[in-house]
Every structure is written in C-alpha cells, then in structure tokens.
C-alpha cells in the first residue's frame, strides 16, 4: 500500500489573500509549501498593475510547481468608505461629529464618507459603524449636507476604513463604475473566479452574470454573503452561484453579532445540500497579523468549519498585511489535517437529491458512483468532467477517500482546486476508453495515489470531450485490462 500522507487528500482548501506581505516569488512559494490552494486578488487595495503583477507571480510559482492555483478576483462592490485622515484621529465617547459626503479630509469634528447620498438616506437615530463596528455613531440630526452624530463607542478611526449603515436603505447599485473596470481586467487577465460583494438579492447576481456574457466570458461566480438582506433570499442566491462566500466581517457588523455562527452553519449546510462549494471567511486566524501563533478560540473557529465540512476556509489579512503570513497558512493547514482525520472516521454525509432537472442523470451517475466507492472502500474515484460540474456533484458528498478531478481545460483544472478533497489533474483530450484507463493507471501509480491491483471507481462519459455528457460509472483494478460498470449504470 502506498503512502498517501503526503496528498493530504481528504480536506478543507485553503485559500489565502495576497498582499505585500505575500506577493513575492520566494513567499508565495513559500505558502504554497505550506498547503495554499487557491489566491484571492482583492480589488479594494492596490491598482491594476500592482494586480497583474501579483498575478504574473501566482501563476509563474503554480507552472513551476506543478500546483493549479486558481485565483479568485474579489470585487469591491458599493463599500462605503471613510476618506483620508492625515494621522489617525481619536473619536471621544459622547463627542459630536458631522459625517458629510465626498472625499475631503477628515477631522476629529467632521469626517467624510464616500457615499454621495448620506445625508438623503441615513435618518436620525441611525447608527454608524466604523471599522467593522469598533467605533459606533447615532445620527443626532440631519441637515442638508450632513448628518449631525454623537459617538456612543469611542476609538481611532484612519484612512479609508469601512463604513457600515445597518439601519439604513440605501439605493447603492450592486456594481460600482470601479467594479466594473476591475471585471473588465479580471476577465482579461484569465482569473478563476470572480467574487461579487455586499449582495442584496438575486437581481445583483443576475446582473453580473450578464455583465461577464457581454464580455464573452462564462467565469464562475461567488456570491458574499455580509447583508441581511442576503439572507433574506439565501436559497435563491445559493442555487443560482457558483460557490458562496461567508464573510464573516461586514456579516458581524450588520446583523447581530451573536447570531453569526448560527448563520454560518446555516449557509454552511444549505450549500452543502445541493452540492454548492462554500467558503467560510474572515478573521479566521486574526491575531497572527501580529502575533506567530494564534488564540485557542480561533484554532476552534476554523476547525468549527471543517467540522461543518466546507470546501474552503480563508485568509484575508493574516497573508495581505500580516507579519506571519507562511505560520498562518502552516496552522491552518494543520488544524485541517488534524479535524480531517477525525471526520475521515465519522459516519458518511449522504446529501438529500436536490439538483436541477437538467443535471439528474449526471447527479443519478455520480450517486450510484458514490454508493460503490463507499461500498467497496475504494482507493479513490477517479471523475473525467469536461466543466467540473461532474466532480462537484460528487464532491458534495465527502468522500473518505480522495477524489481525482480530470480534465483536458486548464481554467477547470484550477476551479476545482477550490473543491473539497478533489486533486485536481489536467490531462489532455481522450476519446477511447482504453486510453483513458491507461492514462488514468500511469497517472495514480506516478503520483502513488494507488498501487497496482487496487480497486477504483471511476466515473466517465461515452462522449468525454463533451459538456454534460456524464453517463458511466465503472469499477476498475489499477493494472488490470479491464473495467467492470456498476449495476444499474
């Protein structure tokens, strides 16, 4: 039997943000080392040289190592933002400010906000929250072009930090004119995936997807979850994207704090049910910005989201800005492994059906796929998909065993480096499928995923270079000449 305790095969992903604390080629590789799998580009810092040269370098390390990082570009979406302070400025509990719009200087009396129609939209006895709620305002009075508030929590506010509005209904629009430039270049430069922010409602999905098409791209989207109004048409919004976000952050700020972690499993678990890749994010390992280790509550936070079995838990600025940014990735991918042989020994997830009716006879093959890798302990299933989709729907049931994603598409390849266990293999076109077992032998004997005469499952198409034509499912002994299909397939 071979030694697979280097494949880490049954696992959570990890994604990290790169920033200037990580986006050099030594660091990079570094953190891929350390079990980095995907990168998130963040469009709220920098510019868009800066972007692409971070980009060149994600892409330059992944080639060289072998590694299909995909890259995920975040779009800022409507943040409201403080404008620049000079030095920070210290707010006073029981002082009054005014908060007017634009992007003047601020002060410790008067502090500019950048959305333009505050003092039309925020009403007396609204409150303010500053850098996700460190510092907390309430509108006092309104004028004509400002919003007279008195400072119920006092702190130090700086450039630029966010600014949430929980009590408010503001006419925002879902894509901002930056957001836009940032997905033209997004969609030009190949990344992976792109991450829409402060969704509201479907319509916000909807328009982006339209956004991509008109460009002549089909880049799979992750929808964020930080409003409440997101929760409010949750289902709608998990079937219609690609992968969801929890972002823990704005989430905190704008709802109650207390109800996050029931919210998070919530999402968690509804993803789940349809097979839709979810990602739990957000001060996951805080205190390794400043500190090489991290507190025991945040070891149990990101275990929590393996225990949940999400497919990706996320870094933001323990890898952007923090001084840790290798030791941050090393725990985490600890802390996975380790929760990850526990659940190894748990009883199987068997998700509810719940798929669309054009993927059920993909979903019916990947099912009965999924029975016999169980029934027969199987060395691993092998999935040849030419869209990923095939894949995810097996991927949903996390599997005991490690899942080997094939495909001939390289943008593919790395998509399914954000699913859970999958190890994602780019191969090239096969329609014969006595090539593609061969290929398939020498590809898990090479990478000693299985050694000769184990059994596997794997799961094909009569028409593999063709998109949704999933309809094989068979059971096949590494080496051996033959394979034998599932009953009932």
């Not at 080639?63 to 995920?72: E, K, N, Y």
């Not at 509990?93 to 906000?113: F, I, K, N």
């Not at 063709?466 to 094989?472: F, I, L, N, Q, S």
Request: proline share 7%.
């Amino acid at each position: 039997m071979p030694d697979n305790s280097d494949n880490r095969h049954v696992r959570t992903k990890i994604i990290a943000t790169i920033g200037p604390a990580s986006a050099d080629p030594q660091k990079l590789d570094a953190l891929c080392e350390a079990g980095l799998d995907v990168c998130r580009i963040n469009f709220s810092h920098g510019d868009h040289a800066a972007h692409e040269a971070v980009l060149n370098t994600i892409r330059s390390v992944g080639t060289r190592r072998g590694t299909p990082l995909a890259v995920i570009g975040d779009l800022c979406g409507p943040k409201i933002r403080l404008g620049t302070c000079g030095l920070p400025l210290a707010l006073a509990p029981g002082a009054r400010v005014a908060l007017v719009p634009g992007g003047a200087p601020c002060t410790t009396t008067r502090l500019s906000v950048s959305y333009p129609h505050l003092a039309d939209e925020v009403l007396p006895g609204h409150r303010v929250l500053i850098d996700d709620g460190l510092v907390r305002l309430v509108v006092r009075e309104r004028r004509d072009d400002a919003l007279e508030c008195e400072v119920v929590a006092g702190g130090v506010v700086s450039s630029r930090k966010g600014v949430n509005l929980p009590d408010s209904t503001l006419s925002v629009p879902a894509l901002t004119q930056k957001d836009l430039l940032d997905l033209d270049w997004a969609l030009t430069h190949g990344v992976d995936y792109i991450a829409l922010s402060f969704v509201r409602q479907a319509e916000d999905l909807y328009e982006l997807r339209r956004q991509i098409k008109a460009r002549g791209h089909a880049t799979p989207v992750i929808v964020k979850i930080e409003k409440p109004e997101a929760l409010e048409h949750l289902d709608e919004l998990i079937e219609s994207s690609d992968a969801v976000l929890v972002a823990r952050g704005d989430l905190g700020v704008e709802t109650d704090l207390w109800r996050v972690p029931v919210v998070q499993k919530d999402i968690v678990a509804r993803c789940r049910r349809v097979g839709v890749p979810v990602i739990v994010a957000t001060q996951m390992l805080q205190t390794m910005i400043d500190n090489p280790i991290p507190t025991r509550a945040e070891v149990s936070d990101v275990a929590n989201a393996v225990f949940d079995q999400a497919d990706a838990v996320m870094l933001s600025g323990e890898t952007a800005v923090g001084q840790y940014p290798v030791e941050a990735v090393t725990m985490m991918n600890r802390i996975v492994a380790a929760t990850g042989q526990f659940l190894a020994a748990s009883p199987p997830f068997d998700p509810p059906p719940s798929v669309a009716v054009h993927y059920r006879p993909t979903a019916a093959v990947a099912h009965a796929a999924v029975q016999a890798a169980r029934d027969l302990g199987v060395r691993l299933v092998a999935v040849w998909s030419a869209t990923g989709t095939t894949v995810r729907m097996v991927a949903k049931y996390r599997l005991p065993m490690p899942i080997l994603g094939l495909t001939c598409d390289e943008h593919v390849q790395r998509q399914m480096n954000l699913l859970y266990g999958v190890i994602p293999v780019r191969v090239p076109p096969l329609d014969h499928p006595a090539a593609m077992v061969r290929t398939l032998d020498a590809l898990v004997l090479e990478r000693r995923l299985a050694a000769p005469g184990d059994v596997i499952v794997v799961v094909t198409s009569t028409r593999p270079t063709v998109a949704g034509a999933t309809d094989t499912a068979l059971v096949h002994r590494v080496g051996a000449e033959g394979v034998s299909p599932l009953a009932g397939v």
